[in-house]
């Protein structure tokens, strides 16, 4: 650009010279470089920025837009077989159509400017996610899993006035990553190690780690690597013996056909509520959920808002609004529980939708339908020569860990193989669990038919055998 033909972009405020002129006077400027004369020298680059000529028509960016994206390879285009914390389930239309609508869909979050059913939606959210969990309260939804996971922690320290909290190493490490920073520095983190055969928490070593000093016990069930963990009254009874408090990580689509944490001792569960309802995204499309029973120690320390029903003044009338909001960082400040800012309010009216929409029956087919599916994936991805599956000897839901040790090829190299194929193969493992060699973690849901299965294991024995 230059003074006697300046470029006016129409994606850049206050390109128009006259504009710029007119905002420098205001501010006593001769120039733009008076403007920034507080920049130090030094700092300053003094040449042009390397890049390409600017786009400049709509319909020219549009065109190098999508160029990039069609470079990438998605689900729609590729039989896939990853999880590890974000699954393709699917989505029904209503979803879409109920979380697009105006009402709903504002600037910021899903929070509302007015209201137009926006609490009641999230109030009928967490009465059927309540529901679902066995439990009394249930937040509106925070930024993901990992937030809940590490928030359900810090309750849990603030509540028995205690630092230290046991984990399981089967633990996502992404997870457990997002927990030691959200924790750090008043909290320390231990973790308990897990039965090579069955994958199950070592009770043992559970028992000699856990102290007067313990906040709680932190678990997944269904884990990480995919089995359930069949222990766990033992483990939340370990916990109560010694004071402390059993918070249990769950994925809400299991809950059809698995137990409810509450119902083996958990005080707390928390999780993600990506499978209810919303589609695979890059940065997007997680959710995290907390729920506990209504007792006041519980729901004093929620940092996230909770709504509740209340009578009106008009006789036969209800309104939807916040509970004990003093409790939140919105009311006081940093005088709160904890500091929450913008939360995912939409996806938790979308999964309210997904949950009105199955109901009890079509949750517990839906769990059905997923361990059927991976139970046949695990069968038959064992046929093939030097290929292990499952790795564990426990009871899995939608994933488990397939080694391929036998086979003399790492999982990148199947991978490769795979994805040539149109097939994306399961997680690398390698890194995070070195311990169990060359393994990989597979996804099986409800979108995948026999079909698909079939034509993973072929592909298999063609790439390893």
Known sequence: MTEDRPIIHPYIPNSVSAVKKQMLKEVGAESVEDFFEDVPEELRLKKPLDLPPPFLSEHALKRHVEGIVEKNKTCGQYLNFLGAGCYQHHVPAVCDEVNQRGEFLTAYAGEPYDDHGRFQALFEYASMMGELLNMDVVNVPTYDGFQAAATSIRMASRITGRRDVLISRTINPDKLSKIRDYCKPELEIKLVGYDPETGQLDLDHLKAEICATTAAIYLDNPS??????????QISRTAHDHGAICIVGADPISLGVLTPPADYGADIVCGDIQPLGMHMQFGGGQAGFIATRDEERYVMEYPSRLFGIAPTSVSGEYGFGDVAYERTSFAVREEGREWVGTAAALWGITAGVYLALMGPQGMAEIGEGVMCRSRYAMMEMEKVKGVEAPVFQSPHFREFVVNFDGTGKTVEE????????????????????????????YCVTEVHTKGDIDRLVSALREVVE
């Open 224 to 233: 990480y690597l995919g089995f359930i963990e069949t222990h766990g009254d």
């Open 414 to 441: 199947i991978n490769r193989a795979l994805s040539a194929r149109g097939i994306f193969g399961g997680k690398d493992l390698s890194e995070e669990f070195p311990e169990l060699g060359n393994s990989a973690l």
